[in-house]
Each structure stands twice: as structure tokens, then as C-alpha cells.
């Protein structure tokens, strides 16, 4: 078993920032990535970022390519996504997750947080 839990989420205008946290416990063991994967109401779930369990190797959605920075403190077992220039069409629940390969598919996600809901104001 696997728990995440999301925290920073909230209302901001657009073009302010936000900074996520995901706090890792559990038997993580073997879940190579932890990642960020976001779902608008009525909308698919949608890759967000990723990165390796050494910080190493990131991933993001182009959507989201050169705004939001992924990063993570291993002494802490938190991963944390800075999102910068929020866009109205950021707003959603944005979920951590964990999966073992394939971190850029959010079909491939094996645990998931309860999320945290982002808004973004026009």
C-alpha cells in the first residue's frame, strides 16, 4: 500500500502561482515515478508532470511545458509541482500518483492521493 497526500491547492487569479506537495508513505518500494495528473469536471484525466524516484529524469504535458516545475525532497518523501502563469484552463483536481514505468500515461498510475482542487480565475 500506497498513500499520497495533496496539499496547496486553492483559488488564485490568472498569471498568479501555486505550489503543490505530495506526501509519500507507505511501501513505495519499487514505484520508480511519482507523478501529477489533473481532471477538469466532464473533462479526461490529463498527464501533468513526472519525475524518477532520483529527482533525475522529469516529464511534462506540453501544455504545461516551461510553467510548472516538478521537484522532489527524498528526505522528506514529498514531491511538489510549482505551477507558474496559471491559466484559467489549469483549473482542476490536481491528483499525486505512483506508477512503476510509463509515467507519461496516466491510465498507467497504480495509487492515487484524494487531490486537491486548483482554481484559477479569470
Known amino acids: 500500500q500506497v498513500q499520497l497526500a495533496e496539499s496547496g491547492g486553492g483559488l488564485v487569479q490568472a498569471g498568479g502561482s501555486l505550489r503543490l506537495s505530495c506526501a509519500a508513505s507507505?511501501?513505495?518500494?519499487?514505484?520508480?515515478?511519482i507523478g501529477w495528473v489533473r481532471q477538469a469536471p466532464g473533462k479526461e484525466r490529463e498527464f501533468v508532470a513526472a519525475?524518477?524516484?532520483?529527482?533525475?529524469?522529469?516529464y511534462y504535458a506540453d501544455s504545461v511545458k516551461g510553467r510548472f516545475t516538478i521537484s522532489r525532497d527524498n528526505a522528506k518523501n514529498t514531491v511538489y509541482l510549482q505551477m507558474n502563469s496559471l491559466k484559467p484552463e489549469d483549473t482542476a483536481v490536481y491528483y499525486c500518483?505512483?506508477?512503476?514505468?510509463?509515467?507519461?500515461?496516466?491510465?498507467?498510475?497504480?495509487?492515487w492521493g484524494q487531490g486537491t482542487q486548483v482554481t484559477v480565475s479569470s
Open positions: 500518483a505512483v506508477t512503476r514505468s510509463r509515467p507519461t500515461y496516466e491510465s498507467g498510475y497504480n495509487y
Open positions: 507507505g511501501r513505495t518500494f519499487g514505484y520508480y515515478y
Open positions: 519525475i524518477s524516484s532520483s529527482g533525475g529524469t522529469t
